[in-house]
């Protein structure tokens, strides 16, 4: 399970977070990039208050402890601390209530400061954390960006992925990563992949060795990362298999339970594999666009057998 610390959420660019008390909790974990605003646990009812969340002290939090008589005060700052929360955040760089900091400390809790606004705060953070705590994997394959279209490409080694991937290179698209894909996940339906950064904007073709395709071809030949909308498994010809000649089977592979539709595309002498990349790409802009070429074509062919057999008669009855 993927884990934030609070020492490396300090870290993050545009949060402006400081430390102001609790050093000893910088070792706690944030493990879900929901926020929490305490709310009633002010007043010491702590029973829905999630332990490895941070929660965001905002102006309304910050007023109301300061109106409050400092015994009950501090009873409430009490019982949010010995829940053992992940961090306390006050925003808008308000001072926190006087007793905070103390307490903090004497259960290990930090606390914290930014001069964000609580809405812009709580927006910036938890986009950070989806990122970081998004379910991730890695793959050995490619990952090529073709007409804005993030294509995968698998296969076993030495079938061709770089290959094909550096030929689409040569036609002006972009390369993601080569050899190791780190794939993460965004929300529910969406993954994308990059580079490792030791082998990022780096390529490997047999023959050759290693390439720089950044330095050979400029910044316009790679990117960091890329939405995949596409897999393409290149396989081996067999003569024995039957391949999908129309295009209506929709195949699916999954990864990190996002199901993404896939191709296989047999390798032979004399097969353009970037040039039928390309075009799957094309093809599959269409399809996000709600233009499915082979489902109309197949759909033409059905209406135009349903046309030419007569009123009455089943078309075994013609043929």
């Not at 926020?35 to 002290?57: C, F, N, S, W």
């Not at 705590?133 to 007409?147: E, K, Q, R, Y």
Request: net charge negative; with cysteine.
């Amino acid at each position: 399970m993927a884990v934030v610390l609070i020492e490396a959420l300090l870290k993050i660019d545009g949060l402006g977070l400081e430390l102001l008390a609790g050093r000893a909790g910088l070792g706690r974990r944030i493990t879900a990039p929901r926020i929490q605003k305490p709310g009633l646990a002010l007043t010491g009812y702590t029973d829905h208050v999630h332990r490895e969340r941070l929660q965001v002290l905002g102006l309304t939090e910050v007023s109301y402890c300061s109106n409050l008589p400092q015994e009950q005060r501090v009873a409430g700052l009490e019982s949010l601390c010995r829940v053992g929360p992940a961090a306390l955040v006050v925003t808008r760089g308000l001072a926190p209530p006087d007793e905070l900091p103390s307490i903090c400390e004497e259960h290990g809790v930090p606390l914290l400061t930014s001069p964000l606004m609580s809405s812009v705060f709580i927006t910036r953070v938890t986009r950070a954390l989806e990122d970081r705590l998004a379910p991730t994997t890695s793959l050995h394959g490619v990952l090529i960006d073709v007409l804005g279209v993030g294509i995968l490409l698998l296969g076993k080694s030495g079938i061709g992925k770089s290959e094909a991937a550096l030929d689409l290179v040569l036609h002006g698209h972009r390369l993601v990563a080569d050899d190791i894909v780190e794939i993460r996940r965004r929300g529910l339906e969406t993954i994308y992949g990059a580079s490792s950064d030791i082998i990022k904007h780096h390529m490997e073709i047999r023959g050759l060795g290693i390439i720089n395709i950044k330095d050979l071809f400029g910044i316009s030949a790679v990117r960091d990362a890329k939405k995949i909308e596409l897999v393409a498994e290149l396989t081996e010809w067999n003569e024995d298999e039957e391949y999908d000649r129309l295009g209506t089977e929709e195949l699916r592979h999954k990864i990190l339970d996002v199901n993404i539709p896939m191709i296989r595309v047999p390798i032979r002498p004399g097969r353009n594999i970037a040039s039928i990349l390309e075009v799957a790409a094309r093809n599959q802009l269409l399809k996000i666009q709600g233009k499915h070429s082979a489902r109309e074509f197949q759909d033409r062919i059905n209406r135009a057998i349903a046309e030419a057999v007569p009123i009455g008669k089943s078309i075994d009855e013609v043929e």
